[in-house]
């Protein structure tokens, strides 16, 4: 069985992964990990933390001589601040005296409903696990779901569709998303050039304010077959499932899977892809689809098209000029507490929801073809494409 949990808090010791139900044999290379969380690092609008850490994967266990064996994976990745914390968030007692409070909850944070829910004085233990930098312990496990989805050709990659009131506004293909994954510096994760520069202008402009902007990303997985899902049962649409995953990214209020929000102002005639049968030289060679609104996904299951996946971002909360609040002591009004923040993390959503649709399509991919082998899981999905070939 697949599955992945994550551990660690913001400014502790170290993030943990761990992923167990990865079949033995899957190629794992660290560059590959420490490239997917550099890329989550990146992006214009990032805070000062950013320059503080630069993550690395230690893999501990579940890979041996470059690949997996079968058995749990757990991946370590050191927060490099913690020499600065270990004093103020010891495992031990400590000294009480050199506690960092969160004195005042910040609005649009977990922090005043986090506070009550565990009956702490303070929102301190909250921020640290509620915090993003979570999503790092994310990306690493979800490397390793795009290199088992890589061995069946599934990828994976976003693209930043807006941020705040500037959007893309026109289509953009899968070549262009697969170039802005190799570039060696990243601006906004825009295909667009013109568009990313506006962006650029927007995120500028919102650090003048001293105030923070949200914005949109699109997650797309190519090459994924039809068949991953069902309509069978509520708790196994894919449709679902994606859902939940990229929801429960921090910051992301809104999901849409292909042309969702836009659909439900529009009429069925122009929503719906019309299906065709392809003929090349006399013969037929396959289904065909007049577009790709649906996403990928119909009925809660894979169709064959590319799987696009919207991740709508809320601004920021915490900001350099602090909302009101109230001093979890005094009770009396402050402003909310301030920490080191960004402005725009729209491209590192982006990354961090990609993680999360490979960890889910690793699953579904498992559902389906099983195998305790990557070899044993290439067989079944080979005979599957042929099945679909002969159909
Ligand atoms: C990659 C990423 C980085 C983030 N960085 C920050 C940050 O530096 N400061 C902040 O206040 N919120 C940041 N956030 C957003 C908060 O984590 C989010 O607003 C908070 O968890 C509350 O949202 P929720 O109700 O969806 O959990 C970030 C979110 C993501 C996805």
Redesign the pocket.
Known sequence: MFRFFTAGESHGEALVALVSGVPAGVGVEQEFLDRELWR?QQGYGR?G?MKIERDTARILSGVRQGKTIGSPIAILLENKDWKNWQESLPVGEGDPAKHKRVASP?P???DLAGALKYNFPEARYVLER???RE?AARVAAGAVAKLFLRELGFEVLSHVVAVGAVAVGREVRWEEIAQLHDREEVLLNCADADAEQRMKAEVDKTVEARDTVGGVFEVRAHNVPPGLGTYANWDERLDGLLAQAVMS?????AVEIGSGITAAGAMGSIVHDEIGYAKEGGAFTGFTRTANRAGGLEGGVSNGEDIIVRGY??P???LRRPLGSVDFETREPVKAAYER??VC?VP??GV?AEAMVALTLARCALEKFGGDSIAETKRTHAGYLEQLKRY
């Open positions: 989550r805070g933390r910040r649009g944070h977990a509620s915090s993003a999503t990214l921090q910051a992301v209020k971002l809320k920021i909360s915490t923040s960004d993390v590192a959503a961090a």
